[in-house]
């Protein structure tokens, strides 16, 4: 029913003028159509998409048009990232970078090409953002025995004045990562098992144990929300989870926290990020050290061995 009724162009900001049938059919007049199109309007330096629809005969309008106006998606690789692991891409270069839907990348992407705050590489711990990029670019089995890729991530961001760390925040959840910062520099801890790099038997002071929830306040269900691929990235909801054993600890009492997972585009994700929410969520005591000068190479993010007593038994 769209033969001949639909014409689109593409810019990839490369363009040098707009389409004529626009500046032709629809052009700008000043106290008149200025809403409609200049010969300036070229968004050269942009992807743009024109689109012209023509609504056809009365007859068959509404099988065409079912609303007005149409409601139209676009699926594109439209971003292209630096992936320091790649030895053809240059940092200052983006016309050697390439698509990908990889997260720990878009991170960096996010973190180095916002226009009010973007990090130099001087200023980053790149050697994290591959490690991170390696894990995301993990193959997972699942139990269908389909496969997808361990932490990809599909979305819109535009900046628009909100602080960084608020727009940058989602896609490091899509990936359960976190930032970290190691003598001024800035790093990602990508969401997966880390080996103990160290083993801490000695401190130097006492151990201070801080309770970080009441129990009470612990969740015993996790709801959560993402982007469906396989919907046509509209919005979809999981199964609750019950945390397991939380509900027979905490007397019985359902207690339910909630997460939007707007950038993780796959279900089998949405699920392995989940169930890493719910645990971190229900963590309820932190320990603070002081370490002896052999823990200096210890930074944030790693795991550590400990023999500390119990903060229940003390």
Known sequence: ???EHVNVWFGLGDQVS???????EVPWAVGVDEELFKVTDIGKGMTIMWMRWKAGDSGDRQERWPSTPPLVEVEGKFSKVYDPRDAGQDFDDPTTWLWSENQALVVLDVLTQNPFRPYQEKNLLLTLFSDAANVC???????????????????????NGTELEDLVEPILMAGASNLTRVAGRLGIVPGSYQTSTYTLTDVVGDIKYSTQKAANDLPTQVKVSYTSRDRNYEP???EPYNIPNALTLDGGV?????FSLSWI?????????RNILANQARRQVSIEVLAPPSAIKVIGGATVTSNFPSPYTR
């Open 18 to 24: 707009v389409p004529t049938t626009f500046t032709t």
């Open 236 to 238: 979809a909801e999981l």
């Open 137 to 159: 670019d993990e193959v997972v089995t699942n139990r269908d025995l389909s496969t997808n890729m361990r932490y990809s991530v599909a979305g819109t961001l535009i900046f």
């Open 1 to 3: 029913p769209f033969d």
């Open 254 to 258: 359902d207690k339910v926290v909630e």
């Open 265 to 273: 585009p796959i279900a089998t994700q949405a699920m392995r990020v």
